[in-house]
């Protein structure tokens, strides 16, 4: 929706442009007001940003540079990629952080509640509920937590975890920083390697490699997440027996 | 003749001042003359701090020896909501450390959005002896081994409190732990636990405890076996069931019937996880007498709901979800006539169409018939001024209000116009107010209005609102009581801010994420200003990394007289003359 999308930009932006982003009340708006998804038929969110290149910023406060870059790092850490599909059917709606306000740990216990009802409860979780598991890193002194549901695959999860941590690993650990466990590398450099590996304990309590099934059954079977040094992961459940729960859960 | 302070004799003093517990009292008190501050500290019990970073641990202690009760508040309560990246801090282990040495008396520990460790727990447990009262209000950090060491060691406990709390790994076992001679137990609240509790254990505490009054069970306590605690316990006046669904056996329903039916004081129930509503009316001998009915987690709807909620007449507090809707808001209309707060959550918060019937007439109807109404919290999809204006009318003695509509930005669905002129009724209408939550479509006019009339506003919430600085300088220049104020996603920016520098003083809080607020700005603010600690909170990295005119992600600005705080993670950046 394209007014959450831009939400975290400022709303004086919006009147430089001649486009009508489908904005209640801003002229030339259609009355769209029933439904709640304001942006239907409207830009998806590639071409707003593609808006925001053109723009001059109000009184030049922001740097167009910045500009951008506040865009996609607040896509980056708040939003799943929106993709534009068939102009006729409203995009799916773009999930904006803590709004609605509701608490997080109750997003995570109904949703945990509502999985062992019949069909007809369906209503009451619309689909979309919250996956929130807690991320801790060998050294760091504070745990961090992730909505599992925010991230469509892999690498999307990798980069925020490597923008959520990347102070510790700048700050002591060098350069190298996080790796991104979905590059080429064969599996025993990895964990050769001083670098970090994240990995994730299950809903059987085993600790897996994270990139080992695939992503949908991660998301649903993802307790926690540690993000360990490369040499301490060996002992880790191994690929093949990571596609032996795959294959007997399918 | 005037009689002189100091010839008044102390003891008189303290007696009378006995009396007067309420902080702001006792605060007015000590700023009589120095000898009544002398004699007021002295005599102090309970203390409440409302940001555990605004003072430390060692100030209070020096100036109030002897006190009996601390309550304690940490992360701002946009923390609720995910905007507090994890890490930020709150951690209470430096004030429970400062707090055994000095006072061994200690009887009561309350903590409101605060990491608490096991170890804080092991500390708490093991020096307090006489100690009473744990409440843990949506603190993290801590797991059934920090309860366990609890449950051990505090012979006198009278209530634990979990409310909202998130309990790592929690195992049923720490409740054995409770010794077969601990019988003070008065208020029991693991609502948020996880995970099963051993029943048996459980079973027998109840069983041993005459004072009992609070039991709000988590959702894997199974209906059946809910009868036979409250068999165990008919003194009861608040309780939580756990999961309310079972196969419909006659015995196990005239069971749980019989046994609600002997609770005479029950005055308020909660709980009603994964409700079957054939066993919904095992509640209904208690209906009539409750006060409090919080439906938050129970997924009734219809006309189970509307029958339910019926049979309440004394009702005085609803929490329920929006299966509620409109016809079953009129319908408490109509019979809770003694209604004071209402909350209607919503069933699919992220949902892009509306699952329910539950729009503004709801709130409207309510408004009407429910004159004594105070406080509100109403989650819907849909508002009109015109609503906002009856219900702002309706209600003289709101002194809470919070409206959340769910989509961003969204105008009066009839007239497309911004809701500026609702609630510019609710507040010239609440003289009262103390707390408001705005959301649906806003312009500068509508703090306009809110700074020109809302005189006794302590809390305000923004979200998505406004068009310029304006709008955050009409608050801060118009509301005179305001405390905390939480923005977010406003295109508000530094002039609003530096030119109420001053105002942020007299402010417990103020909270600014995805607005306009410049890394310049924030070290301006923490140069001029002392007694504020002002926090940089961003993920992106230092911000001297970025130009100065770029705005910060998060800013969280509180007054204090501690300094800067020296526990902030790599994401938090304190201004001060020497920032950053």
Not at chain 1, 19 to 25: A, H, I, T, V
Not at chain 1, 192 to 215: H, Q, R
Request: charged fraction near 25%.
């Amino acid at each position: 929706m394209a007014a959450s999308v831009l939400g975290t930009d400022r709303a004086d932006n919006y009147k430089e442009t001649e486009l009508c982003l489908g904005l209640p009340g801003a002229a030339g708006a259609k009355n769209e007001v029933e439904t709640p998804n304001k942006s239907t038929g409207k830009r998806g969110f590639a071409e707003t940003v593609d808006l925001k290149l053109h723009l001059q910023a109000k009184d030049g406060v922001m740097d167009l540079n910045e500009n951008i870059k506040n865009i996609t790092s607040n896509v980056k850490n708040h939003l799943p990629a929106v993709t534009i599909k068939d102009p006729a059917k409203p995009p799916a709606k773009a999930q904006v952080v803590g709004w609605p306000p509701v608490r997080s740990y109750r997003k995570n216990v109904m949703s945990q509640k509502n999985a062992g009802e019949e069909g007809d409860q369906k209503a009451s979780t619309g689909g979309s509920s919250a996956a929130f598991v807690k991320v801790c890193m060998d050294g760091a002194p504070y745990l961090r937590k992730v909505d599992l549901k925010m991230y469509k695959s892999y690498q999307e999860l990798s980069d925020a975890l490597a923008k959520m941590f990347s102070s510790f690993t700048m700050g002591n650990y060098g350069a190298q920083g996080m790796i991104d466990f979905m590059n080429e590398r064969k599996l025993m450099d990895l964990l050769n390697s001083s670098e970090y590996v994240p990995s994730y304990e299950d809903k059987d309590g085993d600790w897996m490699l994270v990139g080992d099934v695939p992503w949908e059954m991660f998301v649903n079977s993802c307790k926690r997440l540690r993000i360990m040094k490369g040499s301490e992961a060996i002992g880790l459940v191994s690929a093949p027996r990571a596609m032996e729960k795959c294959k007997s859960r399918t | 003749m005037l009689r002189k302070a100091s010839s008044f004799p102390e003891e008189m003093l303290e007696h009378v001042l006995s009396f007067i517990t309420s902080d702001k009292d006792r605060n007015a008190v000590s700023l009589v003359c120095k000898s009544w501050y002398e004699i007021e500290r002295w005599c102090r019990k309970r203390i409440f701090v409302g940001n555990c970073y605004a003072v430390r641990p060692e100030m209070v202690i020096r100036r109030f020896p002897e006190l009996r009760s601390v309550e304690l508040k940490g992360k701002p309560h946009f923390a609720d909501f995910d905007l507090v990246p994890d890490g930020w801090g709150g951690c209470v282990y430096p004030w429970i450390a400062a707090l055994a040495t000095a006072y061994p008396l200690l009887e009561e520990i309350k903590l409101k959005r605060m990491v608490v460790s096991d170890e804080s727990l092991e500390v708490i447990a093991k020096s307090f002896k006489n100690f009473k009262v744990l409440v843990l209000s949506s603190c993290e950090g801590f797991s059934t081994d920090g309860l366990a060491a609890v449950a051990a060691n505090c012979r006198n406990l009278r209530g634990l409190d979990l409310r909202e709390s998130e309990v790592d790994d929690p195992s049923g076992q720490w409740l054995s732990r409770f010794p077969d001679s601990f019988t003070s137990l008065a208020s029991l609240n693991i609502s948020c636990l996880g995970a099963e509790v051993s029943f048996s254990a459980l079973e027998r505490l109840v069983g041993r405890c005459p004072d009992l009054k609070t039991l709000r069970l988590n959702h894997a306590v199974p209906l059946d076996k809910l009868a036979n605690l409250l068999r165990g316990a008919p003194q009861l006046v608040e309780l939580g069931t756990g999961a309310y669904s079972a196969e419909l056996q006659p015995d196990v329903f005239s069971n749980l019937a019989g046994a609600f039916s002997g609770c005479k004081e029950l005055r308020s129930l909660s709980g009603f996880w994964n409700v079957f509503p054939g066993y919904l009316p095992a509640v209904y001998p208690v209906c009539s007498g409750l006060t409090s009915l919080n439906l938050r987690d129970a997924n009734i709807q219809g006309a189970d709901l509307i029958k339910l909620v019926s049979q309440c007449r004394s009702l005085q507090r609803l929490w329920v979800l929006d299966y509620i809707e409109d016809i079953g808001l009129e319908a408490l209309a109509a019979c809770c006539k003694d209604l004071t707060e209402l909350r209607v959550f919503p069933s699919d918060p992220y949902g892009a169409e509306p699952n329910v019937s539950l729009t503004e007439r709801g709130l409207v109807s309510v408004s009407e018939g429910c004159p004594k109404l105070q406080s509100v919290l109403y989650f819907c999809r849909q508002m009109t001024n015109a609503a906002l204006v009856t219900i702002a009318k309706n209600s003289p003695r709101m002194t809470c209000f919070r409206l959340c509509i769910i989509e961003p930005r969204a105008p009066d669905y009839q007239t497309l116009q911004p809701l500026d002129l609702g609630f510019g009724a609710i507040v010239e209408n609440y003289k009262d107010l103390r707390r408001l939550s705005l959301s649906g479509l806003l312009t500068d006019r509508v703090f306009e209005y809110i700074g020109t009339y809302a005189k006794k506003l302590e809390m305000l919430s923004v979200a998505f609102a406004g068009d310029s600085d304006l709008g955050l300088h009409h608050v801060l220049s118009g509301c005179e009581k305001l405390c905390k104020l939480e923005i977010r996603d406003c295109p508000f920016g530094d002039n609003a801010l530096l030119a109420n520098a001053a105002k942020l003083e007299t402010m417990r809080s103020l909270w600014m994420s995805s607005c306009s607020v410049s890394f310049r700005a924030c070290k301006l603010l923490g140069q001029k200003m002392p007694r504020l600690n002002v926090e940089v909170i961003d993920e992106r990295g230092p911000p001297d990394l970025r130009p100065e005119n770029c705005p910060v992600e998060k800013l969280y600005i509180y007054r204090t007289i501690a300094g800067p705080r020296f526990d902030m993670p790599g994401f938090v950046w304190t201004m001060n003359g020497d920032s950053v």
